[in-house]
C-alpha cells in the first residue's frame, strides 16, 4: 500500500497504516497550496489555476519550505471520499490543511484581460487562523511564469521575513521555460483521458525537451501503459543531478525489469540505494541481482531490518535463506510474512514446502548461518520468485532527503564559522552548476552570514546575479569579491559584463588577471579569444 507521510494523521486513528511514526519534521515549513480560483470567466484557463501550485510547489520547496505535492494532496481527497475536482470552501479548505498537518495553506485567485495577467496569493496560518494580506503581481501575458515566480517570491517572504534570497533569482529560476510547454505539461497532468494526457506530455517534452517535470510525467504515463521501453528510455534523459533524477530511475529500473534488462534495472535501482537506502529501493535491488543469478541475501536483509512489518520483504529474505539452503532461517522469515499477511496463499505453500524440509543448514554454514554458502544451482529449484516493489514512496523519500539535509545541517553548526562558510560555498557552487541557481544563492547568502569576508562567496553571489540579468548587482558581488581574495569565478564575471557594455580593454584586463591566477583555464582562455575577435588586443 502506498503511504504518504503527510497524510498519516489521516488513516493512523482508522487503522489504515501499520508504519511506525514517521519521524519528526523542522516546525513550520510545511505548506498546502490549493489550486486558485479562475475569476477570468473563461473555462479554458482553467489548467492555470492547477497550474499555479505546480510552480509555487517547486520555488517554495528550492527555498528551503515542505510543500505538499499534488499526489499527495489528492491522495488525501481520495480517501476522504471526496473527488479530485473538489472546489474546498474556506473552511472545508482549513480542515484538509489541518487534517494533512501543514503549517500554512496558500489560497488564491487569477485574472486575465487577455493581454495582462495578474494573480493574488494569502497565506494562512493553520494553528492560529491568521490570514495575511493579499501579494499580487501582474504582467503581460506572455509573462505568465514570471508573475508565478515572483509571486512565489513575496510568498517566500511572508513566511520567512528574513529569507534573503533576491526576487530576480526566483524569476530567473524559471527562465527559458515555455508558456505553451507549461500548459501542455499541466493539461497532461490534469487530464483523465489517456490519450489526451499522452498527447499533451508528448507536445510539452517536444515544445521543451530539457523541461524534466514533463519528461518525468511522460516516461510515468509510457510506465503505466506498459510501455516499458518507452519509459526507459524517457525516464533516462533526466540529468542524474536533476532533482527528479531519483524518482525517474526508480521508475526506470522497474521499466527495464519488467523488460528483462536485469542489469540495467540494477544499476538503475543502486543509484537511488546509493543516495537514499529506502526499503523499497533496496528491495528491488537485490530482487534484480537474484534474477541474474546472484547472492541478494544482504539486500532483503537490509530492507528487513529497515521495515520489519512488510510481508514481502520477509518472503524475499526466506526465498533467499532458502536458496542458500538455510531453512530454519527462511522458515522464521516465511512465518513473518504469514503473520502478517494471513491470505497469503503463495507463502503459506512455501511455508509448508520448508516445514517438510531439513531445518538444519549444511556443517559448513552451521557456524556463519548469514554467511552461508550460495547454491547457483538453486535457482534451478523449484523456488518462488522474489517480490519487486512497484511503488514509489515519495513521502518518505522527501523525507528521508530532509532528515539527511537536517543532519548536515547539525554538521554544519558544529564547524568554525571560516570552514561552515567554506563548506556552504561548495554546496552553493555545486547547485550553480546544476541549474539551481534559488538554492544556489540560498548557500551562498548562508556562508555570508557565517564569515562575511568569503570572498569565494561573494562570487558565487556574482555568478547567480549575472545569471539573474542583474548587471549592476553581478558586478557589485564580483568587485568585492576580488577585493576581499582574488578568485577567476570573479574576474570572469567582470570579464563577461565588461564585455557586454562594450568596455573591451577592462573585460582584456579581467581575462589577463584571470589567467595570472590560473594561466591554463579553459573558460578564461575562450573569452579571451572572443575579446581578441572582436580587435581588442590583451595584455
Not at 517535470?213 to 518507452?230: R, S, V
Not at 532528515?403 to 557552487?429: D, F, I, S
Not at 595570472?516 to 572582436?534: D, F
Request: charged residues 20%; hydrophobic residues 45%.
Amino acid at each position: 500500500m502506498r503511504i504518504f507521510l503527510l497524510v498519516a494523521a489521516v488513516f493512523a486513528s482508522c487503522g489504515m497504516l501499520a508504519q511506525s511514526p514517521a519521524p519528526e519534521r523542522s516546525p513550520g515549513r510545511l505548506i498546502l497550496v490549493l489550486p486558485f480560483d479562475n475569476r477570468s470567466e473563461q473555462p479554458n484557463l482553467d489548467w492555470i489555476g492547477e497550474a499555479i501550485p505546480e510552480v509555487l510547489n517547486r520555488r517554495l520547496a528550492s527555498a528551503g519550505f515542505l510543500p505538499i505535492s499534488r499526489d499527495d494532496r489528492l491522495y488525501a481527497l481520495d480517501h476522504l471520499g471526496l473527488p479530485s475536482t473538489f472546489q474546498p470552501s474556506r473552511a472545508s479548505a482549513i480542515r484538509l490543511a489541518q487534517t494533512m498537518d501543514a503549517d500554512f495553506l496558500i489560497v488564491g485567485s487569477f485574472s486575465t484581460t487577455g493581454a495582462r495577467f495578474q494573480a493574488k496569493a494569502q497565506v494562512l496560518n493553520v494553528e492560529s487562523l491568521h490570514m495575511s494580506g493579499p501579494i499580487q503581481e501582474e504582467a503581460d501575458m506572455p509573462h505568465l511564469l514570471d508573475v508565478l515566480n515572483s509571486l512565489a517570491w513575496g510568498l517566500a517572504k511572508q513566511l520567512d521575513p528574513q529569507f534573503a534570497v533576491a526576487r530576480n533569482t526566483f524569476v530567473a529560476a524559471g527562465a527559458g521555460l515555455r508558456v505553451d510547454a507549461f500548459e501542455n505539461y499541466t493539461r497532461g497532468l490534469v487530464e483523465p483521458d489517456p490519450d489526451e494526457q499522452m498527447r499533451h506530455l508528448k507536445e510539452a517534452v517536444r515544445l521543451d525537451p530539457s523541461f524534466s517535470p514533463a519528461l518525468l510525467a511522460l516516461g510515468k504515463a509510457y510506465f503505466a501503459n506498459q510501455q516499458f521501453d518507452l519509459a526507459a528510455t524517457t525516464l533516462g534523459r533526466l540529468p542524474r543531478n536533476d532533482p527528479n533524477a531519483r524518482e525517474a530511475d526508480f521508475d526506470r529500473g522497474l521499466a527495464y525489469f519488467y523488460l528483462g534488462s536485469y542489469v540495467k534495472a540494477e544499476d538503475a535501482f543502486a543509484f537511488v540505494s546509493k543516495q537514499l537506502p529506502l526499503p523499497e529501493v533496496v528491495n528491488n535491488q537485490g530482487v534484480t541481482a537474484s534474477r541474474r543469478g546472484l547472492d541478494a541475501t544482504s539486500f532483503f536483509q537490509q530492507a528487513v531490518a529497515a521495515d520489519p512489518n512488510d510481508p514481502d520483504y520477509q518472503f524475499n529474505l526466506a526465498v533467499a535463506l532458502r536458496r542458500k539452503k538455510d531453512v530454519a532461517g527462511a522458515l522464521r522469515a516465511i512465518a513473518q510474512t504469514v503473520k502478517l499477511r494471513p491470505s497469503d496463499t503463495e507463502a503459506e505453500a512455501f511455508q509448508a514446502t520448508l516445514r517438510a524440509e531439513p531445518q538444519h543448514p549444511p556443517a559448513a554454514a552451521a557456524s556463519n548461518r548469514v554467511n552461508a554458502a550460495f547454491d547457483p544451482a538453486a535457482q534451478a529449484e523449484s523456488l518462488p520468485l522474489e517480490r519487486i516493489k512497484r511503488s514509489f514512496n515519495e513521502a518518505s523519500f522527501r523525507q528521508a532527503a530532509l532528515e539527511m539535509e537536517q543532519m548536515e545541517e547539525v554538521h554544519l553548526a558544529t564547524l568554525p564559522p571560516l570552514k561552515r562558510a567554506a563548506a556552504l560555498t561548495e554546496a552553493g557552487m555545486r547547485f550553480f552548476d546544476q541549474g539551481l541557481i534559488l538554492e544556489a544563492e540560498r548557500e551562498f547568502q548562508a556562508a555570508l552570514v557565517a564569515d562575511g569576508g568569503n570572498g569565494d562567496a561573494h562570487a558565487g553571489l556574482a555568478l547567480v546575479r549575472e545569471r539573474g540579468g542583474d548587471i549592476q548587482e553581478a558586478h557589485a558581488e564580483a568587485d568585492e569579491s576580488v577585493k576581499m581574495k582574488p578568485n577567476v569565478t570573479a574576474y570572469l564575471v567582470l570579464a563577461r559584463l565588461d564585455l557586454q557594455a562594450n568596455q573591451k580593454s577592462a573585460a582584456s584586463a579581467d581575462v589577463s588577471s584571470a589567467l595570472q591566477l590560473e594561466p591554463q583555464n579553459a573558460a578564461a582562455h575562450a573569452l579571451r579569444q572572443q575579446i581578441e575577435s572582436k580587435g581588442q588586443t590583451a595584455p
